[in-house]
């Protein structure tokens, strides 16, 4: 029996030590940065990104869990963003192994459970699984499930099928490449695919993982709102 490590694995490693470098410099750059002058460079960037963040938190949950949430909703948003765009610099993206995207997704669903019985209570929340009747116990169990599966699926299904795709395309331009240099009798390499993917690239990278992230971390945020009282 052998074990064998999961193409994506390497990817992960890097991104996650990348993204906890940069934070860590992001970090040390703020704390000396003049609170009173206007940021600037990388600092403005930090600074910027976690201030949309939190902003994001206060429009669609509320100010209360705004300081709480925003730094996760920061975390996730430039962890998935990272991830998803990988591809475009040769790395195997993390979020087309499932096991990534399960991960994040249940993080995501604790949190939920926590701010509903934290909101609601455990008595309350215990009794919402045989509401409005008794025999309604198993399909309220599965709409508890739903978000958790809903969330990691969509996420790994877009962003493995746009893998697959380039892939499939790159095959295709190669095979297509070699029979027209062959006909030649020249090296084989493929021209093709350099002049048709980058308009490939651009969608399923660059948009499709630009919106996956926005619909990730929108759906968190919308999860947990829907656990709170209606103020």
């Given at each position: 029996?052998?074990?064998?490590?999961?193409?994506?694995?390497?990817?992960?490693?890097?991104?996650?030590?990348?993204?906890?470098?940069?934070?860590?410099?992001?970090?040390?750059?703020?704390?000396k940065?003049?609170?009173?002058?206007?940021?600037?460079?990388?600092?403005?960037l930090?600074?910027?990104?976690?201030?949309?963040?939190?902003?994001?938190?206060e429009?669609?949950?509320?100010?209360?869990?705004?300081?709480?949430?925003?730094?996760?909703?920061?975390s996730?948003?430039?962890?998935?963003?990272?991830?998803?765009?990988?591809?475009?610099?040769?790395?195997?993206?993390?979020?087309?192994?499932?096991?990534?995207?399960?991960?994040?997704?249940?993080?995501?669903?604790?949190?939920?459970?926590?701010?509903s019985?934290?909101?609601?209570?455990?008595?309350?929340?215990?009794?919402?699984?045989?509401?409005?009747?008794?025999?309604?116990?198993?399909?309220?169990?599965?709409?508890?499930?739903?978000?958790?599966?809903?969330?990691?699926?969509?996420?790994?299904?877009?962003?493995?099928?746009?893998?697959?795709?380039?892939?499939?395309?790159?095959?295709?331009?190669?095979?297509?490449?070699?029979?027209?240099?062959g006909?030649?009798?020249?090296?084989?390499?493929?021209?093709i695919?350099?002049?048709?993917?980058?308009?490939?690239h651009?969608?399923?990278?660059?948009?499709?993982?630009?919106?996956?992230?926005?619909?990730?971390?929108?759906?968190?945020?919308?999860?947990?709102?829907?656990?709170?009282?209606?103020?």
């Amino acid at each position: 029996m052998t074990l064998t490590l999961q193409k994506e694995v390497v990817s992960i490693v890097l991104i996650t030590g990348i993204l906890c470098i940069l934070c860590v410099i992001v970090g040390n750059q703020i704390k000396k940065s003049n609170p009173l002058e206007k940021p600037k460079g990388i600092v403005f960037l930090g600074v910027s990104f976690v201030s949309k963040m939190e902003s994001n938190v206060e429009t669609i949950i509320n100010k209360k869990y705004a300081k709480r949430l925003g730094p996760y909703v920061a975390s996730l948003a430039a962890y998935l963003l990272v991830s998803n765009i990988s591809g475009l610099f040769g790395f195997h993206a993390p979020t087309a192994n499932y096991s990534v995207t399960l991960t994040l997704a249940f993080i995501t669903w604790i949190m939920v459970q926590v701010v509903s019985i934290k909101e609601n209570g455990l008595k309350s929340y215990l009794h919402g699984f045989i509401e409005p009747f008794a025999f309604l116990l198993i399909p309220n169990i599965f709409g508890r499930l739903a978000p958790l599966i809903s969330m990691s699926l969509r996420l790994f299904g877009n962003i493995l099928s746009g893998t697959i795709i380039l892939t499939l395309v790159y095959s295709f331009t190669s095979y297509i490449s070699s029979l027209l240099l062959g006909v030649f009798h020249l090296e084989m390499f493929n021209f093709i695919g350099p002049l048709i993917t980058p308009v490939l690239h651009g969608y399923f990278d660059l948009f499709s993982g630009f919106i996956q992230t926005i619909i990730f971390i929108t759906l968190t945020m919308v999860f947990i709102s829907n656990e709170l009282p209606n103020e």
